[in-house]
């Protein structure tokens, strides 16, 4: 109830910003983690927030270690910082990653993004994606969620920045419902196939 709470004066302060009035729930961290595990190697979490889908990666088996977490917010950050002390928190904007060394120069496997897509000019969601890409290994996944009808990343975008995207699920049991894609390089798909997954409800 405190996160929640906190959540929600975050969002009275910055609506644009924060973009939803209550943190994620459990099915969607469930999912938008799902593909996610020991072996996919560092991974990078766009907008945490107060850490639902960081919670979930940890779940699945990913060391504090091999996460940098990328919060603008400061309350969130410092909330973030105290709470996963292993992990490499950072309190900036997510347009500026690709100036920033998070692993040593190891590329990460995944990206996860809790960012506000939708309510974000299209230029700075250019320069989050050109950092997040820059970040990432050849074959890494970029995971979005909305609340919209389609993919947050206009087809136009998708093709300057030469990605694909796919729906890998959606859940109900959100407030409000919301769906994620994955974002990859075009090309990179042919190496593995990942099974849709839609949640009604429960976890």
């Known amino acids: ?45 766009l ?18 270690e091999d996460l940098a977490l990328i919060e603008y917010g400061s309350e969130f950050a410092v909330a973030l910082q105290a709470r996963y002390p292993g992990a490499r928190t950072l309190w900036m904007d997510a347009a500026r990653l690709q100036t920033v060394d998070l ?4 590329p990460a496997g995944a990206v996860v993004s809790g960012l506000p897509l939708l309510s974000i000019a299209p230029r700075k969601v250019m320069a989050i994606l050109i950092g997040a890409f820059g970040k990432l290994r050849p074959d890494g996944a970029f995971y979005q969620f909305t609340y919209g009808p389609r993919c947050p990343v206009t087809p136009r975008m998708l093709d300057q920045l030469d990605l694909e995207a796919a729906r890998i699920g959606g859940t109900l049991a959100n407030l409000p419902p919301a769906a994620v894609y994955r974002l990859r390089r075009r090309g990179a798909g042919a190496r593995r196939d990942f099974p849709r997954r839609d949640i009604a409800g429960g976890r």
């Open 1 to 45: 109830m405190a996160e929640t709470l906190g959540f929600f004066q975050q969002w009275l302060r910055s609506p644009l910003r924060v973009a939803a009035i209550a943190p994620s729930g459990r099915a969607l961290a469930s999912l938008i983690t799902s593909e996610i595990s020991p072996d996919t190697g560092p991974v990078i979490e």
């Open 47 to 64: 907008g945490p927030g107060t850490g639902a889908f960081t919670r979930a990666l940890i779940a699945r088996g990913v060391r504090q």
């Open 103 to 106: 692993f040593n120069g190891q």
